[in-house]
């Protein structure tokens, strides 16, 4: 599995869990505001991190962490993915999958086999102009597929978007969390300026806690469990 970061400990990427996170290359997407922009746009600059040193350190603090969080990039652009979890797995560590949800096909499988144990997946806008918020030609009818494999895998999960001031309107927000009406679990998360892939948007100045908080109680009229999240 090629991988391309490695975080030893997280206390901050699964709730109620202690992980590693790993960092895989490439991404389908090409989201104006993404902050991983290496990882999408030119992976080969970053440096490989050999998945040894994964599982090293899983056998040295296996009494300490509870699983690996597997983001990228897009993680289920890599043919690896599925043994590389059942590894994680077969070490009795919990797997964790972020995801954008344009391969409902693996997300299936994954699900299937029973490889995951929780799901994070961003839903980033309305599905009728959903290319505008990944910078690319999108079918939205696999993001619907992903998000209702998800709602029905029986495993945990969250959705979550990043709040981008100048896309992010009021009613383009609404619209996009009545799409996931009844989740179990939803995320709003702070935009953060300075890195965007579209550099016109590190302008933007990041949300208030009260303007967050506004955004979690649009949502809480389609989602009970609201959580609003710092700068990601």
């Not at 080969?44 to 056998?59: I, K, R, T």
């Not at 086999?113 to 999108?138: R, T």
């Not at 709003?188 to 890195?195: A, H, I, N, Y």
């Amino acid at each position: 599995m090629k991988l391309k970061g490695l975080v030893e400990t997280s206390f901050v990427d699964w709730d109620g869990k202690i992980c590693s996170v790993v960092f895989t290359p490439g991404c389908n997407f090409k989201c104006p505001f993404c902050f991983n922009g290496a990882l999408v746009l030119d992976p080969d600059s970053v440096d490989n991190v050999p998945e040894q040193a994964l599982f090293d350190l899983l056998e040295k603090h296996k009494d300490f962490l509870d699983g690996v969080c597997i983001t990228g990039g897009e993680p289920t652009l890599s043919p690896d993915l599925a043994d590389f979890c059942k590894k994680i797995k077969d070490k009795g560590f919990l797997v964790k999958l972020d995801t954008n949800g344009a391969t409902p096909e693996i997300l299936k499988s994954l699900i299937e086999n029973k490889l995951l144990d929780f799901i994070a997946m961003d839903v980033k806008g309305p599905w009728e102009n959903y290319s505008d918020f990944a910078g690319v030609p999108i079918d939205g009818e696999k993001i619907k597929e992903s998000v209702r494999l998800i709602m029905d895998s029986g495993l945990d999960y969250e959705f979550r978007t990043t709040l981008v001031p100048s896309l992010h309107t009021p009613d383009v927000f609404e619209k996009l969390v009545s799409q996931i009406k009844g989740a179990k679990k939803y995320c709003v998360q702070k935009f953060r300026p300075g890195f965007c892939i579209d550099k016109s948007l590190n302008t933007d100045q990041k949300q208030t806690d009260e303007e967050m908080n506004v955004f979690a109680e649009t949502a809480r009229k389609y989602i009970d469990n609201v959580k609003v999240r710092g700068e990601k």
